[in-house]
């Protein structure tokens, strides 16, 4: 199984800042199939980018995906009232699928 | 517009069986392009993938649970299925269920998601 691992596990920022979200896995995801999600309490996740730079329908583009093999980023280029969430890495390159633990971003 | 919605009791006895059920509306549940699974988490805490199934029936489970999980789909009524048997507190969770798009004939990320349903584990 892979495991994820996110850091930091929480961040305290201001709008309009720059923020680099990291995921790091145990060992090499195929291809790379490494998706980021959001969420926002009471409320299901919601889907930003896949295959580690692609971002999702209807996604803006503040928010971008890079990284492979082991070493995964999500950036938000700078941040809106409404990005304050947990976000969660997922691997789908091996079953089982795994989520990363999520980082919690919250306002300062 | 794609829509999943949830549905079963919130409220299942220790070592009983955990049923819910997964309305897909907005789209067809035999499209070739897609899978459909569940996805758990426990209040406070992480996603955990649970299962996953193809129209034609081909299933996938997390073999952490495989053991307890039977996953289902009925085309004729566009709805997927989960059991959960012999569930523990530990099985407390909110579940979701997800469309999971399918890429080189292999599962991938889960695009569109139920609001998700509180099942509790108590006597």
């Known amino acids: 199984e892979i495991v994820l691992t996110q850091s930091p596990g929480t961040l305290s920022l201001s709008p309009g800042e720059r923020v680099t979200l990291s995921c790091r896995a145990s060992q090499s995801i195929t291809s790379p199939y490494l998706a980021w999600y959001q969420q926002k309490p009471g409320q299901a996740p919601r889907l930003l980018i896949y295959g580690s730079s692609n971002r999702a329908t209807g996604i803006p583009d503040r928010f971008s995906g890079s990284g492979s093999g082991t070493d995964f980023t999500l950036t938000i280029s700078r941040l809106e009232p409404e990005d304050f969430a947990v976000y969660y890495c997922?691997?789908?390159?091996?079953?089982?699928?795994?989520f990363g633990p999520g980082t919690k971003v919250h306002i300062k | 517009q794609l829509q999943l919605q949830e549905s079963g009791p919130g409220l299942v006895k220790p070592s009983e069986t955990l049923s819910l059920n997964c309305s897909v509306s907005?789209?067809?549940?035999?499209?070739?392009?897609?899978?459909w699974g569940w996805i758990r988490q426990p209040p406070g805490k992480g996603l955990e993938w649970v299962a996953s199934i193809y129209y034609d029936g081909s299933t996938y489970y997390n073999p952490s649970l495989k053991s307890r999980v039977t996953i289902s789909v009925d085309t004729s009524k566009n709805i997927f299925s989960l059991k959960l048997n012999s569930v523990t507190a530990a099985d407390t969770a909110v579940y979701f269920c997800a469309r999971q798009v399918r890429f080189l004939e292999w599962l991938s990320f889960h695009d569109y998601w139920g609001q998700g349903t509180l099942v509790t584990v108590s006597s």
């Open positions: 997922q691997q789908y390159g091996s079953s089982p699928f795994t």
């Open positions: 907005g789209g067809s549940i035999s499209s070739n392009s897609y899978y």
